[in-house]
């Protein structure tokens, strides 16, 4: 199993992955591009048609239904408040579009252009004069600006970290938006302005920006919202006059006129529910499920596909987080000793049929990953951190405990034991931990459904023989969801989905700066002066060597302190759908491309169709 929201958190996904590097030859002083790109050329010249990975010439029309997890309150993606709506960045767009195929470049869209001050103090976009709203009102500069400023006055606090060191947004006419900023900007800055969300000022000077709420907004993206039965379903359709279709970044994509979105209660009826057609597509994150469980009639008849596909992206890291903004997590002793309790051979062999991989990085299925002894670069950038720093960062990857798999764990429960010992928890009555002011050691994870109870069960039991009482609370998504953003809970699993070329992202989530900041990704609360020396190492890097030389450096630090008990990755999309899809013959490196790249085949699966919509 791997905890995955694919649809949702997309607004922010794209924002949080999108890099730029002004040495680059792709940047030119004060002159017009089509594109940015981070530490090289881009891929795609000016004149270029359309993305390699698309079929330009796949036909429009049709619907696709996927499902969605317990319920929904809001379509506001970009705030703190509510739980949105699966699906709800389709109806957005952004002043240049993300190529799937290149690690992190960005290509004209509603801007038709950008252009860069050879000072580094500030970029100019000039809008596309045909761009135009869902309502068909036209998209100026005054809206991009508008978006700027209302993001970071009302959205979300991670934009006012990400986007710390604008000055100011500023609008030339109606179709020209220039940025200044405090000092002269780093690699990142510019293409996460170039993925700026646009949002229509007309239609939020009549609904209030900072509140949940479902009315269906007017937006800049290729669907806009169709229909809603608040929390149980949530329905797009495709603009088919959309101003932008023709543009190279969008030819043959977005091909279905209709994607529909059904909410179901749990992860076990969703199940049950695709093989009854309730929907057409799912990823399967749960191993033991895609080895026993599609063993029924519609995959016996191939109505129903099931694929493995390579996943070129970094896994970056799904684990338990420790809170420690709570006093029993702050020892590192302490949370070394839930590491070594923590039987993953055991899990992986019994639960999983040996599906996964142990996670060792934050960074794990890429380059940036810390698998070999430190470099000599990267002891430049440790050693003047040496006395903040665990001793083990300076001589060997980290590697997390292994037992022998046979579900004792002895060995690893001995040392824990005395890891706790050694870190002042005395063992007193009904064989339970104490600290010296009498407090028992307790942990409660906290989940939103029900699945992830027989991997945690185990580790419960492990717990108890050093002493630890522990317990599952499992809420509602929405609960779930404020409990999170206000730092209510001791343990969650939680993934961080890593960019390809990381940068000023990885504040969000590790840095003391946003680890107090209410709905922050620094859900653990991180606050390491080394770490945040290390961030901004990688922020500055110029060029990709010194790149992954820093982030090697940080994965070390992070992953020997102890901050999570990694748990497991794999290199691979497990794909089921029903059989009426066609797809390009090249996959987008980065992405899966369902919604991005596939179409309705008229020639398959036709009477399916029918018979389903007449129930």
Sequence with gaps: MIINQPWRYLAFLKLLICLVFLGAPTISAQQAEHGISAFGDLKYPPDFKHFEYVNPRAPKGGAIKLRGIDSFDSLNPFILKGVEAEGIGLIYGTLLERSMDEP????????????????????????DPNAVFSDRTPITASDVVFSFNTLMKDGHPRYRVILSNVKKAKAIGNRAVQFSFKIPANRDLFLQLCDLPVLSKKFYSKVPFNRTSLIPPVASGPYKVKKIKAGRSISYERIKDFWAKDLPVLVGRYNFDEIRIEYFRDRDIAFEAFFAGEYDFREEFTSRAWATQYDRPPVLKGEIKRE?????RPSGVQAFFFNQRRQKFKDRRVRQALDLAFDFEWTNKTLFFNAYMRTNSMYENSELAAHSVPTKNELQLLNPLKSQVPPEVFRNPYQSPKSDGSGRNRANLRKAAKL???AGWTVKENRQLFNANGKPLTIEFLLFEASFTRIINPYIQNLRRIGIKSSIRIVDVANFQNRLKTYDFDVIVQRYIQPNTPGIEQKTYFSSEVADAPGSRNVGGIKDPAVDQLITKIIEAKNRK??????????????????????????????????????????PLYDLGVLDTWWLNPAKGQNRDDKMDKK
């Design 104 to 127: 992190d470049s960005r290509y004209a869209y509603i801007a038709k252009s950008v252009s860069v001050a050879g000072n580094r103090l500030s970029v100019t976009f000039d809008i």
């Design 308 to 312: 493995t596909l390579s996943d070129n």
């Design 420 to 422: 706790l010992r050694d």
């Design 546 to 587: 010194d790149l992954v030389t820093a982030t090697r450096a940080l994965d070390r630090v992070l992953m020997w302190n102890n901050y999570v008990v990694p748990q497991w990755y794999k290199g691979s999309h497990n794909i089921a759908y029903w059989n009426k899809f066609s797809r390009p013959a090249k996959k």
